[in-house]
C-alpha cells in the first residue's frame, strides 16, 4: 500500500442514496457529505416514495448545494432505488450510502487515494457500529491493509464469514468495473448478490484499515439478518450466491470452501428457526438445506465436516431435536 500521506485527486465520485421516511436522522448523512475533504461529489437522493418530511428535506438540501440531484419516485425497494441513482451516475467512481448513516470527513479523501494509488477496482474501508440507544463501538472485524485479487474478496464474506464484506456502503467502486451489474429487486441482501457479481469478475480489490464509516444498527439492518420475515429469504440469496460463483467458474478449493461455508449458514438458520419455534420458516430452510446438500455434497471440505453435514442431511429431525435440547 501506499503512504498514509493524502495527495489530492479530483476525481468525481457518485454518491446514491436511497431515502425513505428517514427525516430523523437524513440530515447528520447529508451534513457528513457536505464536510468531506474531497468535495468533486455528484450527490444523488433517491427518495423512494417517503410520507413524512423526507421529501422536503431532500428538496431543501439541493437548493443550497448544487452537488445534490434529487429523484423522486413511486415506491419501489432499496434495489430499485439504488439502481436509479446507478442509472444516473456520471462519476468515475460510485458509493452507495445508506440514509441513517454517515461518514468521517476524509472518508472519499482516503477511498479515492487507495483506489488511485492501486489503480483499485474496488475499495473496501472498516465501519463503526452505533446502537439504538447511540453508543458507538467498533466491529469485531480485524482491520488491516491489504490488497489482493477478486479470489481474495469472495473469500471475505462467503468463506470467512464477515458480513460487512457484503454490503455496498462501505465501499467505493470504479464505475467502468461494475458496468451492466445492477441490485435485483425484492431480494433481501441484495448487496450480497452485487458483490458476488462484482466479484466474480478479475480486478483489484483494496481494503483499508480506517474506519471511515458510521453504520446505525437496528432490526432492520442488513447486519442482523435472522428476522422471522427475513430468514428463508436470506438462505435463498446464499444458494443463489453459490450458484452465481459456481457459473463463473471459480478455482476448485475456492468453491469448495464457499460450499462448504454456506451448507453451515444453512444449518445455522435452521437451528435458529427451531429454537424460536417458527415451525413454517424452519420447513422452508429445511427444504433449501436438503436441496443444495444433494447439490453440493461432493464439494465439502474435511472429514468431519462431510459426517456431520450427512448426518443433517439424513436425520434432521434427530440432528435438529438433540441441537435444541443443548440450546434449552
Known sequence: MAEETLTSYNDLISVVIPVYNDKKFLPECLQSLHNQTHENLQIILVDDGSTDKTYSICDNWAKNDKRIHVIHQARGGVAAARNAGLYSAKG??????????????????????????????????????????????????????????????????????????????????????????????????????????????????????????????????????????RIVSTVRTMAKSVDIIESHKPPYDLLCQIKTKALWKLEHSYSYCLSNDWIEEGRKVKEIYMRNYDKWKSNIVGTANRMKLWFVRLLPTIFFLKKKQNID
Open 92 to 229: 468515475e467512481y460510485i458509493s452507495f450510502i445508506d440514509s441513517d448513516d454517515y461518514l468521517d470527513s476524509h472518508f472519499y479523501e482516503k477511498m479515492l487515494k487507495a483506489a488511485k494509488d492501486n489503480n483499485a477496482d474496488v475499495v473496501t474501508c472498516f465501519e463503526r457500529i452505533i446502537d439504538r440507544k447511540g453508543n458507538t463501538r467498533i466491529s469485531i472485524w480485524h482491520e488491516m491493509n491489504r490488497v489482493g485479487d477478486n479470489i481474495s474478496f469472495l473469500k471475505e464474506f462467503l468463506a470467512q464469514g464477515n458480513p460487512a464484506a457484503a454490503v455496498v456502503w462501505n465501499k467505493l467502486y470504479k464505475k467502468s468495473f461494475i458496468e451492466g451489474i445492477s441490485f435485483t429487486r425484492g431480494n433481501f441482501l441484495e448487496s450480497m448478490l452485487f458483490n458476488v457479481e462484482a466479484g466474480c469478475q478479475k480486478g483489484t480489490f483494496v481494503w483499508i484499515k480506517d474506519r471511515l464509516y458510521y453504520h446505525r444498527v437496528d432490526e432492520n439492518s442488513e447486519l442482523n439478518p435472522m428476522g422471522r420475515q
